[in-house]
């Protein structure tokens, strides 16, 4: 996408984050700004896709991610409801580094062709999309948003680029797949990844239970709300632009305005 055109997506994907994050600090009961906020993360999830191909050095795009990522995480352990501290609360730009990382291994598929070792590749990529859940299973404490849900999204938006027909049905059957880590949490043996994921009878009965809801797009579905970030995507590659931002206000901008939400929080609401 033209860097100029990517940079109207990186407004929208600001504006929404910011709402998102004045909703969970300020307005926990409503929902409204939580609603709106799902349109941010796969806005950033495609800006990896992006990135990683366009990119003129990895090596040096990988960088930026983990050191925003390290210096995001000083804020982010406070950016929870009521504001108190969380060492295990990991922020968005390392899950975000993870997909890129997964998508070197992806790539090797895509340039495969065809036959066993495109198979091996995408495979491996699919299975190494499920460490974080693994990891959160493992280390209870831990919490990595999205998890293997951001990830496939990641590797959803580079594999069918501009393939529409595929984006969309990709997209929707993640809206489906969501909510699948709590009806695996719940419906299989605490502390056991494994089993708890391949329990798909149990799994299958929560989603008998909850599918009328679906087009709720509230309470587990609420990440269905992330499905408008397409139309967003689409209208941005055909819109013609002047605007331009400076390359690194979307980097400041993720730990400058949780930092600044916190600082106000605790001096005038706590």
């Not at 990135?51 to 995001?72: D, E, H, M, V």
């Not at 352990?77 to 580094?97: H, K, R, S, T």
Request: hydrophobic share 50%; aromatic share 20%.
């Amino acid at each position: 996408m033209n860097n100029r055109r990517q940079d109207i997506l990186k407004i929208v994907a600001m504006v929404t984050m910011l709402i998102d994050h004045i909703g969970l600090l300020f307005f926990p009961e409503e929902p409204t700004f939580r609603l709106i906020g799902r349109v941010a993360f796969p806005l950033y999830a495609y800006f990896i896709a992006q990135g990683f191909r366009y990119t003129r050095s990895r090596p040096r795009y990988f960088l930026r991610l983990l050191l925003f990522g390290l210096i995001a995480q000083v804020p982010f352990g406070w950016l929870n409801e009521g504001a108190i501290y969380d060492p295990w609360q990991v922020n968005q730009i390392p899950m975000l580094l993870y997909g890129a990382l997964v998508l070197v291994v992806l790539e090797q598929g895509k340039k495969a062709g065809s036959g066993l070792r495109k198979s091996v590749f995408i495979l491996v990529s699919l299975v190494l999309a499920f460490v974080p859940e693994w990891l959160m299973v493992e280390i209870p404490k831990l919490s990595l948003h999205y998890g293997t849900y951001g990830i496939l999204l990641i590797m959803l938006f580079y594999w069918f680029d501009r393939r529409w027909p595929e984006l969309i049905t990709g997209f929707i059957g993640l809206a489906w797949f969501y909510p699948y880590r709590y009806f695996a949490q719940w419906s299989g043996p605490e502390g056991d990844f494994f089993s708890s994921w391949t329990n798909f009878r149990g799994i299958a009965q929560y989603y008998k239970l909850t599918a009328s809801s679906w087009i709720s797009f509230s309470q587990l579905w609420n990440q269905n709300n992330a499905l408008f970030s397409l139309p967003i995507i689409y209208l941005a590659q055909q819109l013609p632009t002047k605007l331009r931002l400076n390359k690194w206000l979307a980097y400041w901008f993720y730990p400058g305005h949780i930092a600044l939400l916190v600082l106000i929080y605790h001096l005038f609401v706590k």
